[in-house]
């Protein structure tokens, strides 16, 4: 029985011919607390910032703050291999900018959490969201794939895979990238 608690935050700029295509800024917690060797709850709240969105011709810059509130079931918990599923409520606030509109939803989600070792200090991971909701037909769902190499104590290698569609809001960024992650772990 344990706790894994976690921060991320990053910033991404790009530009070409002095045009910005990207200024996007994210960040997020993850808490998990076992509650026996089965079960499980989760807080993951996290934020996202997009100051260069455009939808339908039109600048829709944005902040989205998410709140993902569950629990589930620990199927396995091996040395070395671990995969969850789980049930989650997700909190959204949108606010757009060019509009200073405001949206509030609440959405259901299934999730599913795996991390397997692999030789030579590989790990593989995914978090997979599958959105629905009670209330309506919105299905949309969310994955993040990653191949990470521990070099050191604190040296971390990843190559990431992250992939995002039908977000509850449609005005939310859809987006699939590959990444190539530099990381300290401490």
Do not use: C
Not at 44 to 50: D, G, M, Q, R, V
Not at 73 to 96: H, M
């Amino acid at each position: 029985i344990g706790d894994e608690v976690r921060f991320d935050s990053r910033y991404e700029f790009s530009s070409t011919n002095e045009k910005t295509s990207t200024d996007i800024t994210k960040g997020g917690a993850y808490w998990r607390h076992d509650l026996s060797h089965r079960w499980f709850t989760i807080v993951h709240p996290s934020l996202e910032w997009n100051r260069n969105y455009v939808l339908n011709d039109a600048d829709e810059d944005y902040f989205l703050l998410q709140n993902e509130v569950g629990g589930g079931l620990t199927v396995w918990d091996r040395p070395g291999k671990k995969f969850r599923l789980g049930f989650s409520e997700n909190l959204y606030d949108v606010w757009l900018f060019r509009t200073d509109a405001h949206t509030s939803r609440n959405i259901e989600s299934l999730f599913v959490e795996a991390e397997f070792k692999l030789p030579w200090n590989v790990k593989l991971t995914e978090r997979g969201i599958r959105y629905f909701s009670f209330r309506g037909g919105h299905m949309g769902w969310e994955s993040q794939l990653e191949l990470s190499k521990k070099f050191s104590e604190n040296l971390v290698l990843a190559l990431r895979y992250e992939v995002r569609r039908k977000q509850p809001d449609i005005r939310v960024e859809d987006y699939s990238h590959w990444r190539l992650l530099l990381g300290m772990d401490f």
